[in-house]
């Protein structure tokens, strides 16, 4: 494919939205004008501009970016042209992979502001030398942060976010050696939450398992703080926070091998105090909290009483990483037909569980389980198990004899696509809205970030950061309800032409739906059946376009 001469691209990026620096749109003005006096007045109109507000230069993860570059892999410009170099990024090995890509494609690069043009050789290698001054800038900026970080470890003192279960925050008041008063926080006991965690590590010792402790306290009816049954991954994330083990000299030991940044001599560890541990996670926009080894801990004694033995709390983390591989994994897959439509009369849901034996036509035999008795071991709910192979087939031919009834088949059909159509209007608007507020929130979390650089070491600092973990929380909840709704939206996203196609199939159904795809059959039945609950003994099939109790 030719590239296209005729059109420039334009590309700004600012990290948070303050009044100071470079705005998005001074900095495209400020290249427009330079397209204006380098290549004429008729090349301004053929500018395609790409702009990501709200991300930082750390790497190359932003939208309009990679739709950049998706355009030049294409040749749909001859140039890029960006205000500064540090817009693009500030990374060395992303900037130099970006150079060397953009000359294999023939496009050129020019930075208005230090006056370089990848088109001539000086201008390359100028590049170089000026992406090597913004990376050792970013560089020089995580080391005061990591400097600060030392700083606040020598005070153990707790710096906001969601408190751990067995804590609550309590601000205390300090004086420095210049008479003034200085606000700190730390983790003051909860007896009772205390005692949960206690027995949560009790219980992880007995068993040596997590599924195991997940039920016992279920059949004990313990919950979290939000009322809400501890899960495997709740449980795991309280047996590994260090903050509840006790600075004794196990613990120091277990610090020292592990070679971690610690802050505290080994007289602190006094058999009494809890430990303190920050940066332990790595938080990057748009993946996954990644978790960080002993190794680069910054580790001081606490000013909280600690909860559970060293000795304990190691032994734990031995076995934790021991027993990874034995971490339950779903099938890849089976022939289960009612996978995700299938809920127990006790409001959970349920899944096949496949077995090795096989019927006599060589499938393979499976049974649906209610996901409540299993993590309860049958306390919450004790459910009669579902022969999925039985209870499969049952709503197949029920399908089919309603099939039969054309009338009846094709107005349950138009109530379907009535469902789809009203639900995908209403989700989109929410997605919309939830999108909104994640970006506004990612935005305010990046200027916060940015604004602890500048604090040095002003007492503000601790309640900024408690702020920005706040924050954190409250984008990882929209996250996480933005990706049930895009799971519902695809669900529900049928055209005309995809409706049509599915009338026809469906006017079929009773003679075509043996020979379909394990695949086209879930998705067939998925078009008008939209919840099926068993109570033990009997099957309800609810369609679309009826409520729960029309059955």
């Not at 739709?67 to 892999?73: E, G, I, L, P, S």
Request: hydrophobic residues 35%; charged residues 30%.
């Amino acid at each position: 494919m030719r590239k296209n001469e005729d059109i420039i691209a334009i590309y700004s990026r600012k990290s948070k939205f303050t009044g100071k620096g470079e705005s998005i749109g001074n900095q495209v003005e400020l290249c427009k004008e330079y397209v204006r006096v380098h290549y004429g007045d008729a090349a301004v109109d053929k500018i395609v501009v790409y702009e990501d507000e709200g991300f930082s230069g750390g790497n190359l993860n932003r939208p309009d970016f990679k739709k950049m570059m998706d355009a030049a892999r294409k040749r749909k410009f001859r140039a890029i042209i960006v205000y500064r170099l540090d817009r693009i990024s500030r990374n060395i090995s992303d900037f130099s992979a970006l150079i060397e890509e953009l000359a294999r494609l023939d496009i050129s690069f020019v930075s208005i502001k230090e006056q370089f043009d990848t088109s001539t050789p000086m201008g390359r290698a100028m590049m170089y030398i000026a992406s090597v001054f913004s990376q050792l800038e970013r560089e020089t900026i995580a080391e005061r942060i990591r400097d600060n970080m030392h700083e606040l470890a020598k005070t153990g003192r707790w710096l906001g976010g969601t408190t751990p279960t067995g804590y609550t925050s309590e601000a205390v008041k300090s004086i420095t050696i210049e008479g003034r008063s200085k606000k700190a926080c730390k983790l003051k006991l909860i007896p009772e939450e205390a005692d949960i965690v206690r027995m949560i590590y009790d219980l992880y010792t007995e068993t040596d398992s997590l599924t195991l402790t997940e039920a016992a306290l279920i059949k004990q009816g313990i919950k979290t703080k939000n009322n809400n049954y501890f899960t495997r991954f709740s449980i795991k994330a309280i047996l590994q926070n260090p903050v509840y083990m006790i600075a004794d000299e196990d613990a120091y030991n277990f610090f020292i091998q592990k070679d971690a940044d610690l802050f505290s001599e080994k007289g602190a560890f006094d058999n009494r105090h809890g430990i303190m541990a920050y940066n332990r996670t790595v938080q990057e926009k748009g993946r996954a909290t990644k978790h960080l080894p002993e190794s680069e801990w910054i580790v001081s004694v606490g000013r909280h009483p600690g909860l559970i033995p060293g000795k304990v709390w190691v032994q734990i983390q031995e076995s934790l990483e021991r027993n990874k591989s034995k971490s339950f994994r779903k099938p890849r897959n089976n022939e289960a037909l009612l996978t995700g439509l299938l809920f127990c009369s006790c409001g959970e849901r349920m899944y096949p569980k496949m077995s090795k034996r096989k019927t006599a036509d060589d499938k393979v035999i499976y049974t649906y389980v209610c996901k409540m008795k299993e993590r309860s071991q049958r306390s919450v709910c004790n459910g009669k198990n579902a022969n999925g192979n039985s209870l499969d087939m049952t709503v197949v031919e029920q399908i089919k004899i309603l099939a039969e009834d054309k009338d009846t088949f094709v107005a349950q059909l138009e109530q379907s696509r009535s469902f789809y159509t009203g639900n995908r209007t209403d989700y989109e608007q929410r997605l919309y809205d939830m999108r909104k507020e994640k970006a506004e929130t990612e935005k305010r979390i990046n200027s916060l970030v940015d604004s602890l650089v500048d604090m040095g070491d002003s007492s503000a600092k601790v309640y900024v950061t408690r702020r920005i973990e706040q924050l954190n929380e409250e984008c990882m909840s929209v996250t996480q309800r933005i990706q049930e709704l895009e799971g519902l939206t695809s669900q529900h996203a049928l055209s005309d032409v995809e409706f049509d196609i599915l009338s026809q199939l469906l006017a079929c159904f009773k003679d075509c739906f043996d020979e379909m795809t394990i695949t086209q059959k879930r998705e067939i039945i998925r078009s008008i059946v939209r919840k099926v609950v068993w109570d033990g003994e009997s099957v309800h099939v609810i369609l679309y376009g009826v409520g729960d109790s029309e059955i």
